[in-house]
């Protein structure tokens, strides 16, 4: 039962569209400040695709890690 659990931790991890809100090894927060403008058009971004906040962060970071590595 161990085994199968650390397969699905270590497998949920490794893909970003199924990544749920709070991931397996815990959460912390990220605090930081942006534009209101930008604010605005990310909040409506996430909305428009059925996201939530930290989804759209999280995809957006291995896009980049993707693209620069």
Do not use: I
Request: glycine residues 2%; without cysteine; aromatic residues 8%.
């Amino acid at each position: 039962m161990a085994k199968a659990q650390a397969r699905a931790k270590k497998s949920d991890t490794q893909r970003v569209s199924e990544r749920d809100v709070t991931p397996s090894s815990g959460s912390a927060p990220l605090n930081f400040k942006v534009p209101l403008d930008f604010r605005l058009e990310f909040k409506t971004y996430a909305a428009q695709h059925n996201k939530k906040l930290n989804q759209l962060l999280y995809e957006a970071f291995d896009a980049l890690k993707a693209k620069n590595d």
